[in-house]
């Protein structure tokens, strides 16, 4: 948090979203490709059957131009982006575990000259010796999954490394052999996807071969079911509770798990029946794309819950997305954020709305923008939102709007006890500034809960999982700072509370 | 108040000694340089070779081009995979420097990725749609190509002076085109790019005169390894007068650090620029690389060792840029022995692995039937 931010009105996680999302598709197509293509080379070469060589060498083309140059590029993108937008939680990620990184390295430098030999040397040397660097291909890229996966299983569940910090308690986490499953499922999956389509192609022998890739692909879904279900029994109880049983916390994490489990499920049987049972059909090119597209949402799926369930921490009780360090928390409430970071103070402290401003960028906007994705100002009580609930014109939509705009901050209170509590209509439009004092007295009081809630994480017992369902906003951090910074947070704040103000500050993100 | 900008030293700290991700770090630096150069060099060479051929496969140049771009279909691979190892250890040591540096410039720091994608896929265009393949054509691939290498060499020459000299941070943030105003930026940016040129040439060379001896295509590998054998003579002459303004561009603090640095930094900056005259001499001694292929070879050899000793001083450069803004000492050693054990143990396996394949690749080939 004491770096300078980036400024992006799209928001950092959907840049993110951009980047990461096609490179792990790639990355686990990478990996499963590179087994079923040593796989089905071996096969076809074992029993002298060219069809199959035939699809092992026409894959490998696209695998070779798809993983070694998108796939290698974006995931260097990955952590260009993640420098950008949170700089000192990637930092604290590689401080922890730059071996981790180091060794995936070599498997890496391993999967990409084996990739580049193995596209390059079809028809031009021995059968044997390619087959052997398609294997070692399969290595490198097996290996770098197996070390990445360490670190990604970490940031959700650091098990005894919270105690410890020691690497290895890290990197063999509760999630760590059933995340690890789940993604070799996974990486089938995508293989057989992709490969549907070489497969499909072949005259002769389609038939055949989109049986085969259907068996490879039905392994996989059920690979990854039983990895699913390992995974979720690992992940401790309260994180669980955010997304199952009765009443989930989090609705919409709940909803992204029913979502996964019917994507897998479709992906499964639209596999058996059109691959396995009629893979004539492949010829026609939709359910081929069907059986793609469900196999991508399962996998998409998973992964929103992975990142969901981790929220609001990058690596969990120990470090939150806006690389707010949770022994930081104390010291930052105490000293204030200026005191804290330079960057707090760049461009001067006389404008409390410009000091505001650079909070808000410090703290929030690495989940907030101002007016896009995830937008502050619809988080926020606006006057127009005020009105709408006094007004209550016509009659009937005042409680709509309460529900809309206020039930989630007072869910102690219903629109008839509210209206009594506030001006009339023509008092606001009279008096805008007693309504711009009242939503600044709200988001003063918001803000002031949000610091409160930093005390349960100092208070926890850290050297286990924090439940983040016992606060008031488990999806987000604590506000950290003195009352200054609090202060000047919520003026700002407060200027996109009016019409017209939004659009004025969206645009000056200079 | 004088608001500190640097961020604080990560308080995971380092799970190794300073020195040797230090060394780590100029190790896999040297490493990914190696292809930077052919990559970036390499493609700028290519594509004036194939303007001066007239677009054509069949003029010597031409081929020339061709078998630059052959070179750099694998060489951008591993300049991607090999400069993810200098990333990762600058990051580990530089965080606070680096991360402010590419976050000033964020812009341009991230459209890096559009144009190593698009350049990237220039170069298959070109080998595909191109020259290579069609025999004539395919220029407009090859130079956005060029100019898009040379766009992100620029950019990183910037992300370093700015990690390098925190003082310029704060007017940076509000402008950071200013880091163009830099008295070393251009010197230092044509410094990589001569290199560049220099290497490609040298290789090319290099591979044009063991043909030619070998009595294949003679005539033809004869008239290319002429050609950038002149390369090399000129791309040097350029590179040691580039390196003097480099010099006395560099700010004084900087210049009277590396002096009184002793044996440590003049051993090394000394010794390069040794090395770099002598590179000249040796290629204008000779006038036909053909004749004198041991030459040749100590040339090339010794466009290495300089590359290598240059990214030593590189390196002690940034240390005195830095000066008190930096103090490794501050971070917390909580060495991993083990790992970095494991780690060494599986990059010398994986290296002998790789080995291992080209050996046989290269030991077992195979036509028609026999084939894979």
Redesign the interface.
């Known amino acids: 948090m004491d770096y300078p931010i980036w400024d992006f009105a799209m928001g950092g996680g959907m840049l993110m979203a951009l980047v990461a999302v096609p490179h792990v598709i790639v990355a686990h197509f990478a990996v499963g490709g590179g087994l079923l293509i040593a796989v089905t080379e071996t096969l076809g070469v074992r029993r002298n059957d060219p069809e199959l060589r035939e699809l092992a060498k026409r894959s490998s083309l696209v695998l070779i131009l798809v993983s070694t140059v998108y796939g290698a590029i974006s995931g260097v993108g990955i952590w260009v982006v993640a420098g950008l937008i949170s700089p000192g939680a990637i930092s604290s990620l590689i401080h922890n575990y730059v071996w981790g990184w180091a060794i995936e390295w070599v498997f890496f430098i391993l999967e990409i000259v084996a990739a580049l030999v193995y596209y390059g040397t079809w028809d031009k040397i021995s059968k044997k010796a390619h087959m052997l660097v398609g294997w070692l291909y399969f290595v490198g890229a097996y290996g770098s999954l197996v070390v990445i996966n360490g670190i990604i299983t970490y940031q959700l569940t650091p098990g005894k490394w919270l105690e410890s910090h020691a690497f290895w308690d890290g990197f063999f986490n509760p999630t760590y052999w059933p995340a690890t499953l789940l993604r070799t499922g996974v990486a089938l999956m995508m293989a057989a996807a992709f490969m549907l389509f070489p497969a499909s192609k072949s005259r002769e022998a389609g038939t055949r071969l989109v049986r085969y890739i259907g068996g490879w692909l039905v392994a996989g879904s059920l690979i990854s079911y039983v990895g699913y279900r390992w995974w979720e029994a690992q992940l401790g109880e309260t994180t669980r509770a955010l997304f199952l049983g009765e009443s989930p916390t989090l609705a919409s994490l709940a909803a992204t798990r029913s979502f996964t489990l019917w994507a897998l499920a479709a992906a499964l049987v639209l596999g058996i029946v059109f691959l396995l049972i009629v893979p004539r059909s492949i010829k026609a090119i939709v359910p081929g794309i069907l059986v793609m597209v469900a196999a991508f949402a399962f996998f998409g799926g998973w992964e929103r819950l992975r990142e969901g369930s981790r929220k609001p921490f990058l690596i969990h009780s120990h470090l939150f997305s806006n690389g707010l360090l949770v022994e930081d928390i104390e010291r930052i409430n105490s000293a204030g954020l200026q005191a804290y970071t330079g960057w707090a103070s760049t461009g001067g402290l006389d404008d409390p709305i410009e000091v505001g401003r650079r909070v808000f960028k410090i703290q929030c906007a690495a989940c907030h923008t101002l007016g896009g994705y995830r937008s502050i100002t619809e988080a926020l009580p606006t006057f127009q939102e005020m009105l709408a609930v006094t007004a209550n014109d016509p009659p009937g939509s005042g409680a709509a709007a309460f529900e809309a705009g206020c039930a989630s901050c007072h869910r102690d209170s219903n629109f008839e006890e509210m209206v009594e509590f506030m001006p009339g209509a023509d008092e606001m439009k009279e008096d805008p500034e007693m309504v711009t004092d009242l939503l600044v007295g709200m988001i003063t009081g918001t803000l002031e809960q949000l610091r409160d809630m930093g005390q349960a994480y100092v208070d926890a017992d850290r050297s286990v999982q924090f439940d983040t369902q016992t606060t008031a906003y488990p999806m987000m951090p604590p506000f950290v700072g003195n009352d200054e910074d609090l202060e000047a947070l919520a003026t700002f704040l407060g200027t996109l509370t009016h019409d017209g103000a939004s659009t004025v500050l969206t645009g000056g993100g200079e | ?1 004088t ?6 030293v ?7 000694p300073v020195w040797l ?1 230090q060394f ?1 770090l100029v190790l896999t630096f040297f490493l990914h340089l190696l292809f930077v150069n052919l990559t970036l060099g390499g493609t700028l060479m290519a594509a004036i070779s194939h303007t001066l051929a007239r677009g054509r496969a069949d003029d010597p140049r031409g081929v020339l081009a061709g078998r630059l771009i052959g070179i750099n279909g ?1 060489g951008i ?2 300049t ?6 200098p ?3 600058i ?2 040591l530089y ?2 420097f ?3 540096a ?3 410039i ?1 812009w341009m ?2 459209s ?2 559009l144009f ?2 698009v350049g ?2 220039a170069v ?1 265009l070109y080998k595909f749609k191109g020259a290579p393949a069609r025999g004539r054509g395919g220029g407009v691939w090859l130079w956005t190509a060029a100019i898009l290498f040379m766009v992100i060499g620029a950019i990183q020459v910037a992300v370093n002076l700015i990690h390098m000299q925190p003082g310029s ?2 007017a940076l ?1 509000g402008n950071p085109w200013a880091i163009l105003n830099d008295p070393t930026f251009v010197p230092r940016y044509l410094h990589f790019l001569l290199a560049g040129v220099a290497l490609s040439a040298m290789v090319v060379t290099w591979w044009a005169v063991r043909q030619a001896r070998q009595g294949i295509d003679p005539d033809l590998n004869g008239t290319i390894a002429h050609f950038a054998w002149k390369w090399v003579l000129w791309a040097s002459v350029l590179q040691i007068a580039d390196g003097l303004w480099l010099t006395m561009a560099l700010p004084k603090d900087v210049l009277l650090g590396l002096m009184r640095g002793g044996g440590a930094t003049m051993g090394p900056f000394t010794v390069g620029v040794f090395f770099g005259i002598g590179i000249l001499v040796m290629v204008a001694r000779c006038s036909d690389p053909v004749t004198r292929p041991a030459l040749v070879t100590a040339t090339l050899g010794t466009t290495l060792a300089t590359m290598a000793i240059m990214v030593v001083t590189r390196d002690q450069v940034r240390s005195i840029y830095m000066g008190s803004s930096v103090d490794l000492s501050q971070f917390v050693i ?1 060495a ?1 022995w083990g ?2 054990w ?2 060494a143990i ?2 010398v396996l ?2 002998a ?2 080995y291992y ?2 050996r ?2 290269l030991n ?4 028609g039937a ?3």
């Open positions: 108040m608001p500190d900008l640097i961020p604080a990560d308080a995971a700290g380092l799970p190794g991700f780590l694998y691979s591993l991607i995979t090999t400069g993810v190892a990333l990762l250890f990051q580990l965080h606070q680096f991360y402010t590419t976050i000033l964020g720091w991230l890096l990725l190593l994608t990237y896929y298959y941070w704060e943030a909580r991993q790992n970095f494991l780690f599986l990059l994986g290296l692995t790789v394949m080209i046989r690749v077992e080939p195979a036509e026999d084939a894979a």
